[in-house]
């Protein structure tokens, strides 16, 4: 985390931290946590950072140590979040949210709160909507029959998605509800990264 070039952009943007914060729908606390490394930035924050800032996201990765240059370039021009992304909720809806991901151990640096998006993981149990508490701390410490969020990356194309999968040693796992075929990945620390594991999961009551 290069604290120094973030506060750097922020006094060239004219934006305070407070703002910042604002943006993310958190307190200032987070953007010094982040700061000071006791909070990973995860990928949806970072859009918020490159927009606040006038930054490019890519920029943005690379300065918080969330992927290389060159990967992130690779991740901003073609990246989708096909099954999961970060939750983003709208005011006061957050809060409720948030409250429920402490119970199951969430309000930790680096243990942030995703949705899923697809019905990759029907099989398993996670519908589309679903809430879903991912830790991203020790994604190496995945084991068989865990639930991962995991990027796959096309470098002909320059492409990249999130897939929610389970993982079965060396393969990631889904299915379509539809037609009920797998879709697997094979896990080999370039093309196919896991990034966090799925320690808990609630459906939001409508």
Request: cysteine-free.
């Given at each position: 985390m290069d604290d120094k070039w973030f506060k750097r952009q922020q006094k060239i943007a004219g934006v305070t931290?407070?703002?910042?914060a604002d943006k993310l729908g958190r307190d200032r606390s987070v953007v010094s946590r982040i700061y000071v490394?006791?909070?990973?930035?995860?990928?949806?924050?970072?859009?918020?950072?490159?927009q606040v800032l006038g930054v490019s996201l890519s920029e943005v990765m690379d300065r918080a140590g969330i992927a290389p240059r060159e990967e992130a370039e690779v991740m901003q021009r073609?990246?989708?979040?096909?099954?999961?992304?970060?939750?983003?909720?709208?005011?006061?809806?957050?809060?409720?949210v948030i409250s429920i991901a402490r119970n199951f151990?969430?309000?930790?640096?680096?243990?942030?709160?995703?949705?899923?998006?697809?019905?990759?993981?029907?099989?398993f149990g996670i519908l589309p909507g679903d809430m879903m508490l991912v830790d991203t701390t020790t994604p190496e410490t995945c084991k068989k029959?865990?639930?991962?969020?995991?990027?796959?990356?096309?470098w002909q194309t320059g492409t990249a998605e999130t897939v929610l999968r389970r993982y079965q040693p060396p393969v990631l796992?889904?299915?379509?509800?539809e037609d009920g075929e797998p879709r697997t990945h094979v896990v080999d620390g370039q093309n196919v990264v896991i990034r966090g594991k799925v320690i808990a999961s609630w459906r939001a009551c409508a």
């Open positions: 931290a407070e703002e910042i490394g006791r909070q990973k930035m995860n990928l949806e924050q970072a859009r918020v950072f490159a073609g990246f989708s979040e096909t099954d999961a992304q970060p939750f983003t909720g709208k005011p006061g809806e957050g809060d409720k151990g969430g309000g930790k640096p680096g243990v942030d709160v995703w949705q899923a998006k697809s019905r990759a993981m029907a099989y029959g865990d639930t991962v969020i995991a990027q796959v990356y096309d796992i889904g299915f379509q509800a």
